[in-house]
């Protein structure tokens, strides 16, 4: 019985860690149609993975957030894409929100949703932080500015996402590691 015990522990327990560990082995396809490893954007510091959808307007608000983010930590050995999940969306369509939005990530399309399903993700705008192993340093919304569906702050009162990334660039262990995104249901 015991014996059965550790095996079935065994089991578990690599079944839940499975997703974090095969992150880096995912494929995705750019914009030009060329399947990338995410192992090349593998960072010594970490990754930042925001999920994204054209469509999203809470998607099209962060650009601004995303782009501002990306200017101030790019030369910190952060690296940063964007995941486009699902099939809803064609290449130009994905292109012409990149352009309009002039977002600064690659953009990277998720069309099994074998990323999505790997982080368990749920919600466009929603962020993940990875460090080089594929440990989830931090999860969740970019800030509180928006709080629920259609209710925003008019002052930011939590910078969830800066706030990891100063911490994990200080070389400190993110305070708060997990949030709620608030968005589009990924479908």
Request: charged content about 20%.
């Amino acid at each position: 019985m015991k014996s059965l015990l550790i095996l079935w522990s065994a089991i578990i327990l690599s079944v839940t860690s499975a997703p974090v560990e095969t992150v880096w082995q995912t494929k995705l396809m750019d914009l030009k149609g060329n399947l990338k490893n995410l192992q090349q954007f593998r960072s010594n510091k970490a990754t930042v993975i925001y999920f994204l959808s054209p469509e999203c307007p809470l998607c099209q608000s962060y650009s601004l957030t995303i782009n501002q983010i990306y200017t101030r930590f790019k030369d910190n050995e952060f690296n940063f894409i964007g995941i486009i999940p699902g099939r809803n969306y064609s290449v130009d369509e994905i292109k012409s929100y990149g352009r309009k939005y002039k977002l600064q990530v690659e953009l990277l399309r998720d069309t099994a949703s074998l990323l999505v399903n790997k982080l368990q993700a749920t919600i466009t705008p929603e962020v993940f932080v990875l460090n080089k192993n594929g440990d989830i340093l931090y999860s969740g919304r970019i800030d509180n500015w928006a709080y629920e569906l259609g209710r925003k702050r008019t002052v930011i009162t939590e910078h969830n996402l800066i706030n990891a990334l100063q911490e994990i660039n200080a070389g400190k262990q993110v305070s708060i590691k997990k949030t709620k995104a608030v968005g589009c249901f990924i479908e």
